[in-house]
């Protein structure tokens, strides 16, 4: 829990409670285009990171100074929990995760093994432990949403189209409902082990969920995901559920649970919020891209943003997905104090 006096304004937005000034965090904050971690990452790769709990949570925090955002993001992967549970991979620069041996039939998703997230996951939750220790900001923990999970199982690494992904919904339900089931339980298991560590918040990543229709998301995911956030509901921690491309699946994307929901850029703030309702909070949802612009730009598109939630209760000030690795941290403080500057009550 967050200790008293320190900076809840997350929290707070998160329960669609009034805040002293919007709350600003971003995607992939500890990334790439943070001059401190680049110098960490010139000699430890990215699960080395991730694996070693005092040098995740430094990198952590880094956002947090650097840019005055209102909360942090335990850095790891979420490909992590699945290496635990029997998956290989690696982590190829420029395309992400690629998995040796991909999900092809009943025999190979059976092969997952059950998850124990406290003994196999200890580092994550050691560096929470270590993170809050020193935070004066909420700590967001996370996983990956079983569709997006089982997107990279299948197809073995990033792709656009996830043709073997749904071609496998479509013609072997029996292997898709294991796997999805498989995954439910283990990220369902793998939140309430970081909630347990001290996370204030937890967001679940169902970031390729938009390559489906309303009807495959309803059928094929949405019971997978509200297991996830039912299960977590107990834990009275917010729950924000994420996507991108998702503009057609909100009604379900609600339906399936959350007290805040993430969009991007492809659909106006406040049609979605309508859409949504205005018993749960909202979080987004500026072009990543336009942080490589000039500041003016930046400046016009987030004031678009602030003026379409109107400062209704409940708006996280995001990106519509991650950092990108270009951006420049300048740019990204501006746009912090901009928001809370435009915001403050």
């Avoid at 690696?90 to 124990?116: Q, R, Y």
């Avoid at 703030?269 to 018993?279: H, M, Q």
């Amino acid at each position: 829990m967050l200790k008293q006096g320190l900076n809840d304004r997350l929290i707070r937005a998160c329960r669609c409670q009034p805040v002293d000034a919007t709350p600003v965090w971003f995607m992939r904050q500890a990334g790439r285009f943070l001059p401190e971690y680049r110098k960490i990452r010139e000699k430890y790769d990215i699960i080395s990171i991730c694996k070693n709990p005092e040098l995740s949570a430094q990198v952590t925090m880094l956002p947090v100074t650097a840019l005055g955002v209102d909360a942090a993001i335990i850095f790891a992967d979420i490909m992590i929990p699945l290496e635990a549970m029997g998956v290989g991979f690696e982590i190829k620069e420029g395309l992400g995760p690629v998995v040796t041996s991909p999900i092809v039939n009943l025999e190979s998703a059976n092969s997952l093994t059950e998850l124990n997230a406290k003994s196999e996951l200890f580092f994550v939750l050691e560096a929470i432990r270590l993170a809050k220790r020193t935070l004066e900001v909420p700590l967001i923990g996370f996983s990956g949403a079983p569709f997006t999970l089982a997107s990279y199982l299948i197809e073995g690494k990033p792709t656009r189209d996830f043709i073997k992904t749904k071609a496998m919904m479509y013609r072997e339900p029996k292997v898709w409902y294991l796997l999805m089931d498989k995954l439910a339980t283990a990220m369902g298991a793998y939140l309430r082990a970081q909630v347990e560590a001290g996370v204030d918040v937890v967001q679940l990543f169902d970031s390729w969920a938009g390559c489906l229709s309303p009807q495959d998301y309803h059928q094929y995911v949405l019971p997978y995901s509200q297991q996830i956030l039912k299960n977590l509901e107990s834990t009275g921690v917010p729950r924000i559920h994420f996507g991108t491309g998702t503009s057609t699946l909100l009604e379900e994307m609600k339906q399936a649970g959350g007290d805040v929901f993430g969009v991007d850029w492809r659909i106006p703030i406040d049609v979605a919020w309508e859409r949504l309702g205005y018993d749960v909070g909202i979080q987004g949802n500026l072009d990543p891209v336009v942080l490589l612009a000039d500041f003016e730009l930046a400046k016009s598109q987030t004031r678009e943003i602030l003026e379409r939630t109107k400062g209704r209760p409940g708006h996280i000030f995001n990106l519509g997905h991650g950092m990108l690795p270009d951006t420049p941290p300048e740019r990204a403080a501006e746009i912090v104090k901009f928001v809370h500057d435009a915001t403050r009550n």
